[in-house]
T-cell receptor, first 114, second 113 residues
Framework: QKEVEQNSGPLSVPEGAIASLNCTYS??????FFWYRQYSGKSPELIMS????GDKEDGRFTAQLNKASQYVSLLIRDSQPSDSATYLCAVNPGYGGSQGNLIFGKGTKLSVKP | DAGVIQSPRHEVTEMGQEVTLRCKPI?????LFWYRQTMMRGLELLIY????????DSGMPEDRFSAKMPNASFSTLKIQPSEPRDSAVYFC???????????FGDGTRLSIL
């Protein structure tokens, strides 16, 4: 059973701080990794994708991938109250790149306090 | 660009009734996915299609659920007969390639009384 694990939270950080969200996955062959943000009552929205080991930065967001440790993380710098949402980690098991399904973690709820 | 379009946005019906959810993927996307989200189980993949062909339906909970994709721009998820435990938010998503990001519709909030 392929699994993606996240701490459910809630993770509470003060405004302006760095929020660190973590995710582990069980399928060592996984190739594609995504972070989605989901506001309450809304649909998941893609914020980052990462395919190779290391860091990938986009504005205030940095995704980090370590395939040896089967670990992917998302850092949010200068956190804002508008970042308060549930963050979903998703992993493509990646057998050959032609298989499309993503396995989602249950999400980490982030709360940024003003 | 138009995103994934789902209808209806909300559906309230009585147990035993047939429910049909509809989805129009992003033009040019070859993959279409149906998910169900509940508080208890999170986001679960029900079925996905590649080029209108069902690839993996192992997430479909039981025979009461069926999905079709008659053409590249339309898919349906049908529940017949519906039960209260089917109450959830159902999302449709699409992607251009299998290992690329999926883009979600606004979802259908389904309540079975």
């Amino acid at each position: 059973q392929k699994e993606v694990e996240q701490n459910s939270g809630p993770l509470s950080v003060p405004e302006g701080a760095i929020a660190s969200l973590n995710c582990t996955y069980s399928d060592r062959g996984s190739q594609s990794f995504f972070w989605y943000r989901q506001y309450s009552g809304k649909s998941p929205e893609l914020i980052m994708s990462i395919y190779s080991n290391g860091d990938k930065e986009d504005g205030r967001f940095t995704a980090q991938l370590n395939k040896a440790s089967q670990y992917v993380s998302l850092l949010i710098r200068d956190s804002q109250p508008s970042d308060s949402a549930t963050y979903l980690c998703a992993v493509n098991p990646g057998y050959g790149g032609s298989q499309g399904n993503l396995i989602f973690g249950k999400g980490t709820k982030l709360s940024v306090k003003p | 660009d138009a995103g994934v379009i789902q209808s209806p946005r909300h559906e309230v019906t009585e147990m035993g009734q047939e429910v049909t959810l509809r989805c129009k993927p992003i033009s040019g996307h070859d993959y279409l996915f149906w998910y169900r989200q509940t508080m208890m189980r999170g986001l679960e993949l029900l079925i996905y299609f590649n080029n209108n062909v069902p690839i993996d339906d192992s997430g479909m909970p039981e025979d009461r659920f069926s999905a079709k994709m008659p053409n590249a721009s339309f898919s349906t998820l049908k529940i017949q007969p519906s039960e209260p435990r089917d109450s959830a938010v159902y999302f449709c998503a699409s992607s251009k390639l299998g290992n690329q990001p999926q883009h979600f519709g606004d979802g259908t909030r389904l309540s079975i009384l």
